[in-house]
């Protein structure tokens, strides 16, 4: 999550410049809070903890799910899972974020909350950047592609009111993208724009390969799931000289 924020911090920067060319009239529209964000912003500060603990006592035993090594006495891959609410990510937003990614601040992003429903979820927050003042919402359809990837389907984005072309979006993060140099790609999902993510690549290391399998969300809810499997080891005879044969 963290990974992403730091990621979404710098584009959304981007974005902020789109956003201070509105008027007047536009600049009020961009400016009004969504019912759904006004009330993940009222939570209070001990329901907050709260939510932010359970969350981190949860990822800490996903962690420990998708971390673990596959063994040769027990090649099988190893299922993990794990089911969170946008409430506990939201209670770490709100919590830990400004000491976890100070970044985001720096950008101008303000109080990120997250809204899972049965169609997808939504990442709002407020940017302040300059004479920019706004509320920006993104809402995305992620599923796992016939290949394994993460797929991030972007089928709407508004500054408040006001709709802001995806193209737009698309335009001004390839080249962060590009720039990061991670395994992301814009793509296309039935017309609309997604983002595609070699989550193998991002989440595996020499010795295990970590796939996801399936994401579902509901009103409030997400569950991701996925395995660990050992790779075969391979014996390379160019890596070391023959018996005898000094370098």
């Known amino acids: 999550m963290v990974r992403w924020l730091r990621w979404a911090a710098v584009v959304l920067g981007g974005i902020a410049v789109v956003a201070g060319a509105a008027g007047y009239g536009v600049y ?5 809070l969504p019912e759904d964000y006004r ?10 903890d709260e939510q932010r603990k359970e969350l981190e006592g949860q990822l800490t035993a996903l962690y420990s799910q998708a971390a673990q090594d596959a063994t040769p006495a027990e090649p099988r891959p190893r299922k993990w899972e794990a089911a969170v609410t946008d409430d506990q990510i939201n209670g770490w937003l709100a919590t830990r974020l400004q000491e976890e990614l100070p970044e985001a601040a720096e950008q101008g992003l303000v109080d990120p909350r997250v809204m899972f429903a049965d169609d997808g979820l939504t990442l709002a927050f407020r940017m302040n950047r ?3 003042n706004a509320v920006v919402r993104f809402h995305v359809a992620p599923f796992v592609t ?8 972007l089928s709407d984005t508004r500054i408040g009111a006001v709709p802001l072309p995806t193209s737009r979006i698309v335009e001004v993060s390839r080249p ?6 991670l395994p992301l790609q814009w793509g296309q999902v039935g017309g609309r724009p997604a983002l595609l993510v070699d989550f193998e690549q991002l989440a595996s290391d020499a010795r295990n390969r970590r796939t996801l399998s399936d994401i579902q969300y509901s009103e409030g809810n997400l569950y ?4 660990t499997e050992r790779r075969v080891a391979r014996v390379a005879m160019s890596q070391s000289p023959p018996l005898g044969v000094t370098e």
Do not use: F, K, P, S
């Open 39 to 48: 009330a993940a912003l009222e939570v209070d500060q001990e329901q907050l």
């Open 130 to 132: 300059g004479r920019v």
């Open 176 to 181: 962060l993208l590009a720039q990061a140099g």
């Open 146 to 153: 016939e290949d394994g990837e993460l797929g991030i389907e």
């Open 28 to 32: 009020r529209a961009a400016t009004m």
């Open 224 to 227: 991701v799931a996925g395995q």
